[in-house]
């Protein structure tokens, strides 16, 4: 065959070659990251190390090292009958490694650390304090709302037994032929006497100025003694005997 005869499209060298579509871009971009690895390794071999740096890695070097016979303690130690590798004592009952030594780099006084220490746990516990202050607070704010809330609806169901009571009352003194109440507020007051001259009430001395469950205790003491009736039980006894041989109280208590 001749040399600029053209390649067999079914031959196996063609068939063979990767042509998938991107693939020189992510070879292209394989080898700009492994030039860059070089790099940074080349750099980091060329830079020059720190005075701290050195100092580090000679005082980790020495640490490594054993003490050798130069040295005038470990000298002293084995003319005393130490052997490396024994424990320290009498007995063999002491360290057998060197203190570890405790550096220090920074340019804070001794002692600060066990100050920022004590700081973090002083902040930490004022935290906590003021958490279950905060958690103490909402849960009397949260009594104080049910106290309120119990005691508005007692005083709304007090105003509906005193209206109750009210209007008995004056249908029981008008079968009795009773025209003026005995206390103004004993019936329930018309639309045209709640408009009167307000300077005219307040010059009134009257026992309205009682709270409502006063006035719901007057009131039904005095159903039971004029009229021998007892508003929670609904009924008009005959005479005081029968009202208080079959009636359980003169409070809503009682016949719950």
């Given at each position: 065959?001749?040399?600029?005869?053209?390649?067999?499209?079914?031959?196996?060298?063609?068939?063979?070659?990767?042509?998938?579509?991107?693939?020189?871009?992510?070879?292209?971009?394989?080898?700009?990251?492994?030039?860059?690895?070089?790099?940074?390794?080349?750099?980091?071999?060329?830079?020059?190390?720190?005075?701290?740096?050195?100092?580090?890695?000679?005082?980790?070097?020495?640490?490594?090292?054993?003490?050798?016979?130069?040295?005038?303690?470990?000298?002293?130690?084995?003319?005393?009958?130490?052997?490396?590798?024994?424990?320290?004592?009498?007995?063999?009952?002491?360290?057998?490694?060197?203190?570890?030594?405790?550096?220090?780099?920074?340019?804070?006084?001794?002692?600060?650390?066990e100050f920022k220490k004590r700081k973090?746990?002083?902040?930490?516990?004022?935290?906590?304090?003021?958490?279950?202050?905060?958690?103490?607070?909402?849960?009397?704010?949260?009594?104080?709302?049910r106290i309120r809330f119990k005691n508005k609806q007692e005083e709304h169901k007090m105003e509906g037994d005193l209206r109750k009571s009210q209007r008995a009352c004056q249908q029981l003194d008008m079968q009795k032929d009773i025209d003026v109440p005995k206390e103004i507020w004993f019936w329930i007051e018309p639309e045209e006497e709640e408009k009167k001259d307000e300077e005219e009430k307040e010059g009134e001395c009257t026992s309205s100025d009682f709270s409502v469950s006063e006035k719901l205790q007057i009131l039904t003491a005095y159903l039971r003694e004029e009229h021998f009736y007892c508003i929670w039980c609904g009924i008009t006894y005959e005479d005081s005997e029968d009202l208080s041989s079959n009636c359980p109280g003169d409070s809503a208590a009682d016949h719950d």
């Open positions: 065959m001749e040399e600029d005869e053209e390649e067999d499209y079914m031959s196996d060298s063609f068939i063979k070659q990767d042509v998938r579509p991107g693939l020189p871009m992510v070879r292209r971009m394989k080898e700009a990251i492994q030039r860059e690895e070089k790099q940074k390794e080349a750099n980091e071999k060329n830079r020059q190390k720190s005075i701290k740096e050195e100092e580090k890695e000679r005082r980790e070097l020495v640490l490594k090292s054993a003490l050798g016979n130069e040295n005038r303690g470990f000298a002293l130690l084995q003319k005393m009958g130490y052997k490396s590798g024994q424990a320290l004592g009498r007995s063999g009952e002491g360290i057998v490694e060197p203190i570890p030594l405790s550096i220090k780099t920074g340019r804070s006084g001794l002692g600060h650390e973090a746990e002083e902040k930490l516990e004022n935290y906590r304090q003021k958490l279950h202050m905060k958690k103490k607070a909402n849960e009397q704010a949260a009594d104080q709302f």
